[in-house]
Antibody
Framework: EVQLVESGGGLVQPGRSLKLSCAASGFTFSNYYMAWVRQAPTKGLEWVASITNSGGSTYYRDSVKGRFTISRDNAKSTLYLQMDSLRSEDTATYYC??????????WGQGVMVTVSS | DTVLTQSPALAVSPGERVTISCRASESVSTLMHWYQQKPGQQPKLLIYKASNLASGVPARFSGSGSGTDFTFTIDPVEADDIATYYC????????FGGGTKLELK
């Protein structure tokens, strides 16, 4: 059974940093592209960042470029999102997702990040 | 960015047929996918590449379309289908529609 379990969320002040982790199991992690998708409270879904299966290429939405870094450790089957210079508009539930071909076939349960003073 | 427009809400009764539309601001070929999200839960894949039913998803769900106009249908609707449905395009980066909240009449 595919499982994606996020951790590392919480309350953080504007301008500070936070690192999210996603532990993957039930599949060969190194075979899949992965991505982070977020959802602000009562809002819709928004793609944040993607990474190729090897980790050699990464992609970001414009609003997080230069502030967020997606990475992975295939030996540990873990995906990461390092979030620096956090802003109030980054407040959201962050979902770890598995990309199959051109779509998302599995989502984690999500982890809440609140940016507030 | 490719903008996806969905109607915000629809009211339905169990047993009815419901169709949700998603219009893209530019062609996305058939790279349109549909997800269901129930309150407090993560989204779940229902339809991929416009018309393909995801594994384990009941045949009551279906999708169609290409280019800029897509539809997602539930026939017949069951009470458990009350949720928000999102379209997602992956032709030009990734963007999502604003979601259509299905409510009971």
């Amino acid at each position: 059974e595919v499982q994606l379990v996020e951790s590392g969320g919480g309350l953080v002040q504007p301008g500070r940093s936070l690192k999210l982790s996603c532990a993957a199991s039930g599949f060969t992690f190194s075979n899949y592209y992965m991505a982070w998708v977020r959802q602000a409270p009562t809002k819709g879904l928004e793609w944040v960042a993607s990474i190729t299966n090897s980790g050699g290429s990464t992609y970001y939405r414009d609003s997080v470029k230069g502030r967020f870094t997606i990475s992975r450790d295939n030996a540990k089957s873990t995906l990461y999102l390092q979030m620096d210079s956090l802003r109030s508009e980054d407040t959201a539930t962050y979902y770890c997702t598995r990309r199959r071909s051109s779509y998302i076939d599995y989502w984690g349960q999500g982890v809440m990040v609140t940016v507030s003073s | 960015d490719t903008v996806l427009t969905q109607s915000p809400a629809l009211a339905v009764s169990p047993g009815e047929r419901v169709t949700i539309s998603c219009r893209a601001s530019e062609s996305v070929s058939t790279l349109m996918h549909w997800y269901q999200q129930k309150p407090g839960q993560q989204p779940k894949l229902l339809i991929y590449k416009a018309s393909n039913l995801a594994s384990g998803v009941p045949a009551r769900f279906s999708g169609s379309g290409s280019g800029t106009d897509f539809t997602f249908t539930i026939d017949p609707v069951e009470a458990d289908d009350i949720a928000t449905y999102y379209c997602h395009q992956s032709w030009n980066s990734w963007t999502f529609g604003g979601g259509t909240k299905l409510e009971l009449k």
